[in-house]
């Protein structure tokens, strides 16, 4: 018998999404992503300077920040065809590889891990135990008994009270939660470790980029970042070498604990290498830039139609017509004015409510597509473009990812088992361990250019009369961003997001055809329809941000909110 369920919100995300799901048989046989908000940024920005665009653009979201103001520049400097200098470049890959690790940390132990384990379990646990198995896998510090016991024993104290505090609301209990008690243990001592570690990353964007969230310190043309290796009020060597302890600690942490805690949760949960394949065009960029103009870079991205890695088309520089000319947005099944596929440069931003409309208009989300089709992006996306590129990093990670799955679940996995829910958990794993080793490699080119006496960290942009037109990409955590800007008279005419979680929690298409959430979400086990852990488990491996899909302003000035104190 067909039952239809609506969660709304989906909870551990960033902003507001619902999902509707038709549920006949004990499994999704249709859904509905719909974001519930309206982002008005893009309306923001029109007449104002190009400049100031990566600053506005940065409070999309509270947590996707670095990433607008990257991609801001990088579209100005696009259309102004403006160098960057190396030292520049450089300092922003630091900053973008460091802001990753933290979002990847965070997602997986604070977002996603839930829903995988079953923190009342541990409490079944046998702490000897657990550090024994934990250190068979890693040496993680941080494995041992008198660890594993002090966990053991808060965790305890919290049930004890009556309350799970940071993890009260969970599914305890569910059918579908099948980890054994020692293995929640393990998951539950290292989500509280890595509320620790994730801060290190944090302290690296801080100390680059003058606070986080929304750093300060990028500007069309490079970075405000003053290079004097006597002065203290300066990006200085002392503070090189303090981010460069900071890096040593997060790869610690990532190569020992975080990419093997993945596996062994992928081994326990076989079955979901099965479930959440969804959309299998692949869509991602190059990123951290080894030059001036955005030719070079120290990893590679690409598009793969079909999840078929022998299709795989490689994007080769910033200036790329191909990932240029592929770009559209339609409205058909969102609340904006018009319905054809429009490229970000004509897109439009009007608002045109209706409600929920099964089968009409349904979310604030645009329904992205490239040359026609829509796409997944995100970690999984950029993953299989290194494997189809043989890209070593990723080759390497990967086989040591399978050899632990294969070694804990007795089990033989290919590529294959990638398109899936928990295929995406263990890109983000990877990605995350590629990304340590980048920002090391990072760190030495910026060490090794001011050995050289280059110390340039901005050339000064001029804005020619007449229109001029440029897009930016980025890999963010959550998958490619694009920003597309028209200016004319240096000021800015047009400016269209195309954000990560835009193409994954797109509406159908103007084809009618599912986002990525919609698709993968179609032949999703259910084993209570009041409980639908199954549904949360898939959405939450995209890692949604509606904060960047979507947003909201007043143009009438109205009051929204009266806060009064006693």
Request: a neutral charge; glycine letters at 8%.
């Amino acid at each position: 018998m067909s039952k239809r369920i609506t969660i709304d919100p989906i909870t551990r995300i960033e902003g507001h999404l619902r999902i509707d799901c038709e549920i006949d048989g004990g499994r999704v046989t249709k859904a509905w992503a719909s974001g519930q908000m309206w982002r008005g940024v893009e309306q923001i920005l029109i007449g104002r300077d190009p400049r100031d665009a990566w600053a506005i653009t940065q409070r999309i979201c509270g947590v996707c920040t670095t990433v607008h103001a990257i991609t801001s520049v990088r579209a100005v400097e696009n259309a102004l065809d403006l160098e960057v200098p190396l030292n520049a470049q450089y300092i922003r890959n630091m900053i973008i590889a460091a802001h990753a690790i933290h979002d990847h940390i965070v997602h997986f132990y604070h977002l996603s891990a839930l829903d995988w384990v079953d923190v009342v379990s541990a409490l079944k646990a046998d702490p000897a135990q657990t550090a024994s198995l934990a250190e068979s896998l890693s040496p993680w510090g941080l494995n041992g008994r008198h660890e594993m016991t002090r966990v053991h024993a808060k965790l305890a104290a919290y049930v004890k009270t009556g309350q799970l505090g940071i993890f009260t609301n969970g599914y305890w209990g569910h059918p579908a939660m099948k980890l054994p008690p020692n293995i929640n243990l393990l998951a539950v001592a290292h989500y509280l470790q890595a509320l620790e570690v994730q801060r290190k990353a944090n302290k690296i964007v801080s100390i680059l980029g003058s606070k986080t969230p929304h750093i300060q310190n990028v500007a069309v043309g490079g970075v405000s970042n003053a290079i004097n290796t006597d002065s203290q009020s300066v990006l200085t060597m002392e503070r090189l070498l303090a981010i460069k302890h900071y890096i040593d600690e997060l790869q610690d942490f990532v190569d020992n604990v975080y990419l093997i805690d993945v596996a062994v949760v992928g081994a326990l949960y076989a079955e979901w290498t099965r479930i959440g394949r969804g959309v299998a065009n692949y869509l991602s960029p190059p990123d951290l830039p080894l030059d001036t103009r955005g030719t070079r870079f120290a990893m590679p991205g690409g598009y793969i139609k079909g999840g078929d890695l022998a299709t795989f088309k490689e994007i080769k520089s910033f200036q790329d017509p191909y990932f240029r000319d592929g770009v559209g947005e339609s409205s058909k099944h969102a609340w904006y004015k018009g319905a054809a596929t429009l490229h970000p440069y004509k897109g439009e931003t009007v608002p045109e409510y209706t409600d929920w409309q099964e089968n009409g208009k349904y979310s604030w989300v645009k329904a992205p597509s490239f040359y026609g089709e829509p796409a997944q992006v995100g970690p999984l996306s950029w993953l299989l473009a290194w494997l189809a590129a043989k890209y070593e990093p990723a080759l390497r990670h990967t086989a040591r990812l399978v050899n632990t799955v294969e070694a804990v679940g007795k089990v033989k996995i290919g590529v294959d088992a990638l398109h899936s829910t928990i295929g995406r958990h263990a890109a983000r794993a990877i990605v995350c361990a590629v990304m340590v080793e980048q920002l090391q490699k990072q760190w030495q080119l910026l060490v090794d250019n001011i050995g050289k006496g280059d110390t340039a960290t901005f050339n000064k942009p001029t804005f020619p009369k007449g229109e001029i037109m440029g897009f930016g990409y980025h890999q963010a955590p959550r998958g490619i961003l694009s920003h597309w800007t028209v200016i004319n008279d240096g000021r800015i005419k047009n400016y269209q997001c195309v954000v990560p979680t835009t193409w994954n929690a797109a509406p159908r298409n103007e084809k009618d055809v599912p986002g990525p959430y919609e698709a993968s979400l179609e032949g999703t086990p259910v084993a209570d329809p009041e409980q639908p852990l199954e549904v949360i488990r898939t959405v939450h491996s995209f890692d949604p941000c509606l904060a960047c899909a979507v947003h909201i302003t007043d143009l009438e000035h109205r009051q929204v909110v009266k806060v009064k104190v006693q």
